[in-house]
């Protein structure tokens, strides 16, 4: 893309590539809000590949149906209830984790809430979705960096994120340049711009302070998510000792509960997509980036 708050964006293929196998039974992978959808489509897609996976939900008996039916294909995942939305359940989930597999390799931050229908924008629950979509991540990606097995397979984050994040659909001038100015970019500034979002909310002047026009909590959500990102990509990058690459992928249009099964995606073409992301060679791995599902080639670019 053209626009300077778009040049990190990489465009990316629904063709699936194969990729040289480097990664065993050994290796672990979460992902989180796979009971259905994308995330139950990319522990499917893992399980397949032969990695270790777990499988998380906020809902046991949706999360162990989930499992279930799996196990039914052939494939053997673990399972953990989790409610990103909540820390508490985030320590326990941690807790049981670090006893039952000690170190893990692959994030995968799947699970969020939007209670817009596709031509709807409403902001009534934008304290719930902002809670959900960024805080939850956050603190769950926190709370596993310990764990994090790293140097010799890099270990990977990767976001589902949304092109309604982007920095373009911001018009609010002070707060894009504010995101633009990567190198000073920190998590209170995001934090505060998200206070600011959920101030204009409650006084009624979210239409008028330049934020994003569709599914606006949605897409404010993902803006500091991607924000995030970069901030931990920056963080970790080029560290030999503490290698971790951190990436957001936007899905685009899929056939989930969230579009109402309407699409140009099904989950199954998302997570070839996104598992192969995740699963690059080492040496292939970038960190920093944005991913959105395209017809052509991949183009590179940064988040």
Not at 78 to 88: E, G, K, R, T
Not at 92 to 104: D, E, I
Not at 224 to 235: D, P, T
Not at 295 to 300: C, E, L, Q, R
């Amino acid at each position: 893309m053209s626009n300077k708050e778009d040049a990190n964006t990489i465009i990316v293929s629904p063709i699936y590539h194969p990729i040289s196998r480097w990664w065993s039974k050994e290796t672990v992978a979460i992902v989180t809000g796979a009971n259905k959808g994308i995330g139950f489509a990319l522990v499917r897609r893992l399980a397949e590949l032969g990695l270790t996976v777990v499988l998380t939900a906020r809902d046991t008996g949706r999360g162990l149906a989930a499992v279930e039916a799996l196990k039914n294909e052939g494939l053997h995942v673990h399972f953990s209830c989790l409610d990103i939305s909540n820390q508490y359940s985030i320590e326990k989930f941690v807790t049981w984790f670090q006893q039952a597999f000690g170190v893990v390799d692959i994030l995968i931050n799947n699970a969020a809430v939007s209670f817009n229908e596709l031509y709807e924008n409403s902001v009534e629950q934008a304290e719930t979705v902002v809670r959900t979509n960024f805080y939850g991540p956050k603190m769950l990606t926190e709370a596993l960096l310990p764990l994090f097995r790293r140097q010799t397979t890099a270990a990977r984050i990767l976001n589902i994120s949304s092109r309604l994040g982007l920095l373009n659909k911001l018009k609010n001038p002070k707060l894009k340049a504010m995101l633009l100015d990567e190198e000073n970019l920190s998590e209170s500034q995001i934090e505060e711009m998200l206070n600011l979002f959920l101030k204009d909310v409650k006084n009624g002047t979210w239409k008028s302070n330049g934020w994003p026009q569709i599914w606006t909590d949605y897409a404010v959500s993902k803006l500091a998510l991607n924000s995030y990102s970069k901030i931990l990509a920056r963080r970790y990058k080029g560290n030999d000792e503490e290698q971790i690459s951190v990436n957001c992928f936007c899905p685009g249009f899929t056939q989930t509960s969230m579009t109402g099964g309407k699409g140009l995606h099904t989950a199954d073409t998302v997570a070839a997509i996104g598992a192969r992301l995740a699963l690059l060679p080492v040496d292939e791995m970038p960190t920093g980036m944005f991913f959105v599902i395209g017809s052509s080639n991949p183009i590179y670019s940064k988040l």
